[in-house]
């Protein structure tokens, strides 16, 4: 018999801890009564998570799982870290908040930080503002691109993701995400540079050569020619792990200058080193971007979010009142400043180039021996397998890839899935993955498949 909700909330109003006492399902149950639906469910049988420690998290009974998916490529430097724990606690017990109308020593510190290290996708990005999440970053970065061009055209990419406000969800493009329209106006969305997925007998190449023409097309037909800034994930999150051609990203710059537009590369998954050496992804294909928004990684969990650009572009918000209740805060930066320390520390840069290169190879000797592996695709510890029914006909196997999820867990690794047709394994572990981390993943996904 279901508890009443006064019964349910009676232990909490006692003071006692409300995760220690209640009973088995109850989570669950106050769960789906008290909050909105979410998506998923991401098993068959849902997994009640109790603690985290480094690449690892534990349920309710103590399991053991190695997490894969990071809270969805959001913990970099690992579940409660002694290090970063330690700092935000200092800060807790000395200044819990304030809002960023007033000056505290957090704040500027974390803001040189951050600008020393973007600045080599474009050394002149050298102001930012901070945000809550990564979808209130790239509504600035929008509201940014209008004030400074002008215009209020945007162009984004098919399967692309931005986030859940209006905007964000405006410039995202998947049907799934695409719910109780309409959005803001003024966005076009062109052909990604997804190569797995282009039309017979074209090479990687012809198609992303013709990815290019299609870009300059949306903007000659579909715009009026003038636009405020095209917006790319370097690699797709949500998306599939869409990893685009060298020459594609260097190609459209060409097209969005010559538009007017600004670059705005949001690095919600991308950044803080997920995809090897470099701090942003974008750095990866030498295109310098306007603008750049960030979240996830940056807090290791702790909600940020970032936007940093140039001063040019930073003053076309002159004069125009501009606010974030939260975003800036001690505790905020406390947290993130303690990120950088422990990246810094601990050469976990150095980590995810080497754990990420033997995860990928391990990814694609599947591909070559299962049936069911269409393409592994990424850079450094963002990756992704793509299931498909049929390497010929490249069918997408969604239903597969959902079971894959329950027998990977059935082994204790977590991974996500993702991609327009839900088939695509996506594989974002905590930055400290080691090499035998990685070991076990392959062989807990190698068999998987063949179970399948």
Known sequence: MARTQSQAGMRVKNGATPAAMLKDGEALELRERYVMPLPGPMYSTPLELARGQGQFVYDKDGVKYLDAFAGVATISIGHCHPYFVEKIHEQMKEFFHTSPIY?????????MRLIERVRSANPELEMCFFTNSGAEANELAAMLAKNYTG????VALRHAYHGRTLMAAALTGQAAWRHSMPYPFGVVHAMANYTYRRPRGMTAQDFTAFCVQDFKNQIETSTSGRIAAFYAEPINGVGGVITPEPTYFPAVYEIVKRAGGLWVSDEVQTGVYRTGGSFLGIEKWGVKPDIVTMAKGLGNGYPIGAVVTTRKIADAMKGKPHFNTF?????????ANAVLDVLEMEKIPDNVTAVGAK????????????RWAGEARGRGLMLGLELVKDKETKE?????????????????????????????????????????????????????????
Do not use: W
Request: with cysteine.
């Open 103 to 111: 000056v505290h020593p957090q704040l500027g510190r974390y803001a």
């Open 151 to 154: 215009s209020h055209e945007f």
């Open 396 to 452: 997408p196997a969604a239903q597969e890839a959902s079971r894959v999820l329950d027998l990977m867990k059935d082994r204790k690794v977590l991974i996500g899935r993702g991609g327009l047709y839900g088939n695509v394994l996506r594989i974002k572990p905590p930055l400290c993955f080691t090499s035998k981390d990685a070991d076990v993943l392959v062989e807990a996904l190698d068999d998987s498949l063949k179970r399948l």
């Open 327 to 335: 975003g800036g805060s001690p505790v905020q930066m406390a947290a």
């Open 359 to 370: 995860l990928f190879k391990g990814l694609k000797e599947i591909e070559s021996r299962s």
